[in-house]
């Protein structure tokens, strides 16, 4: 019986999701098919239910769900509670079982594709969603010495520190409102900086929050947005001498450990870097928004 999985999340316009999981399906002969789904808030307890069909293996979560599905699973995962998203479900006969594979993948892609060992670093994230929930968890495991988180609205900047306070050890942790004092006061002592927003991706087409001209030769800037390859943020950075990191292995190595709990099997992770590469070109290709 064919079986299906899929991305939920709004408004999908070019996810990649569907191209490298289904890569990867293919290429180990599962006959499973993943497709988009986009959904709406008002939509959103609706496909919760269909993915508890016998049909549906799971899914996964993105903008701007990853919070909200947290109170429509059965049960979560220790990294999900930890981090208050869950960017992957797993369906087994019925009960909806929640992940956070978004912490794993940004601690490797830091590590294998940016050469970064947060330990003892001090880090900047620009955001307070979902993915920047993940970025703080992640960097507070590994023992980031500072981690301050910058957001438009600050009580919601505010509440994510302090739900992962508990779990700061001996990190300073803060947050700032997005302001260019805010920016001034951070951008020169740190190591890291993370853009967990979705300004400056192909779907959501906002300026970086970020003033370009604080940022430092020798930093790491990494770009959690994987459309474009190349973000005008990783541009300007690297006209200023700092390193970049973009979003792709991120994407690609969350959706890797998302696959390996739906399917109980080694994700063939090469397979899937080569059709989210291609997925990006082709769509940058044809101009699509």
Request: charged share 20%; aromatic share 6%; net charge negative.
């Amino acid at each position: 019986m064919l079986k299906y999985l899929g991305v939920i999340g709004f408004p999908l316009k070019r996810s990649l999701s569907p191209a490298f999981q289904q890569a990867a399906l293919d290429h180990l002969r599962l006959d499973v098919v993943y497709e988009a789904w986009p959904t709406p808030d008002d939509g959103l307890e609706t496909r919760m239910k269909t993915v508890r069909s016998p049909r549906v293996i799971g899914a996964n979560v993105t903008i701007p769900h990853k919070e909200a599905v947290m109170r429509m699973v059965d049960e979560v995962d220790e990294t999900a509670a930890r981090v208050g998203a869950a960017n992957t479900i797993v369906n087994r006969e019925g009960r909806l079982f929640g992940y956070n594979t978004d912490v794993s993948g940004l601690t490797r892609a830091l590590a294998e594709d940016g050469g970064f060992e947060s330990a003892g670093k001090r880090v900047v994230v620009a955001g307070a969603g979902g993915a920047a929930r993940a970025a703080v968890a992640g960097l507070l495991e590994a023992g980031a010495v500072s981690v301050t988180v910058i957001n438009r609205t600050l009580s919601r900047a505010n509440r994510l520190v302090e739900d992962l306070r508990p779990y700061a050890d001996q990190t300073e942790l803060r947050a700032l409102p997005e302001t260019y004092a805010s920016w001034a006061a951070v951008m020169g002592v740190c190591d890291l900086l993370l853009n967990c927003t979705s300004a400056g991706s192909a779907a959501f087409d906002s300026e970086s929050p970020v003033p370009f001209e604080l940022i430092r030769s020798g930093m790491l800037v990494g770009d959690l947005i994987y459309d474009p390859a190349e973000t005008v943020l990783m541009t300007e950075a690297r006209k200023r001498g700092a390193l970049v990191l973009g979003g792709l292995p991120m994407l690609v190595y969350q959706g890797a450990a998302s696959f390996e709990l739906w399917m109980g099997r080694k994700a063939p992770v090469d397979v899937m870097f080569e059709a989210a590469r291609s997925a990006v070109e082709a769509g940058a290709a044809k101009g699509v928004k």
